[in-house]
C-alpha cells in the first residue's frame, strides 16, 4: 500500500509514519510538505496511491483551496483530512468537496487507523457530530419529496412547480432540510442525503 501523507511538519509526518508501518511494515509512506510539493513531483506513476492524507493549514496554497487540483492528479483516490482544527465549518466544507475522512491531530492512535481502514475499504470517517440524527430527524413527507428534487438538480422554482407550492414555501422547507442534516449548502445537502441513502 502506498500513502501520500502532505503535512509541513516534518515531526508529525514522522510520527504517521510510524503509525502505518505499525498497521502494516509493508505501507510506503511518501512525504510532500506542501500542496505545491505534492503537485508538482511526478510520484503518481511510481507510487500509485491508495490513500492520501492532507493538513488544512499549509505553506502557500491552503489544503482545500488545494484539493480540487489534488483530486484531479490523483483521481479516484480517497483524501482524509488530518488537521489541527476541530471547527464544524471547516469539517462541513472538507466532505462538501469530496473528502473521505476528518480526523483532529490530537486523535488517539488507534481511532485513527480505524478511520483509515474504514476509508481504504470505501467508507467515510467524520466526527460524529457532524453527522445528523436520523433517529430524531421527524423529516416530513413533504420534506423528503423536495429533497429528492433537489437531488435530481431541480431550482426552487422548478421544484414549487412540481410539487404545487410557493418558492417561499420550498425555501423555507429547504432551510428545515439543511438544519436535519447539518449543512449549510444546497451541495452539502446532496451529498448528505446520497450518503445517507435519502435521495
Sequence with gaps: M???????????RAGMSLLFQRMD?????????SLEDALTQDIAE??????????????????LDGLRPLQK????VPVVVVSGSAEHDAMSEA?????????????????MVQAFQAVLQGHSHFPAD????????????????????????NVNKEIASILGMSCFTVQSHLKTIFRILKVHTRTEAV???????LD
Design 25 to 33: 511494515p509493508e505501507v510506503q509512506v511518501i512525504e510532500a510538505n
Design 191 to 197: 451529498l448528505a442525503a446520497r450518503r445517507l441513502g
Design 73 to 76: 492528479k490523483f483521481a479516484n
Design 130 to 153: 457532524l453527522e445528523p440524527d436520523l433517529a430524531n430527524a421527524n423529516m416530513t413527507t413533504r420534506q423528503r419529496e423536495v429533497l429528492v428534487l433537489l437531488c435530481q438538480g
Design 46 to 63: 511510481a507510487n500509485p496511491f491508495d490513500l492520501i492524507l492532507l493538513d488544512l493549514t499549509l505553506q502557500g496554497m491552503s489544503g
Design 95 to 111: 466532505r462538501a468537496k469530496g473528502v473521505k475522512g476528518y480526523l483532529i491531530k490530537t486523535t488517539a492512535a488507534d481511532t
Design 2 to 12: 502506498h500513502v501520500l501523507l502532505i503535512d509541513d511538519h516534518a515531526l508529525f
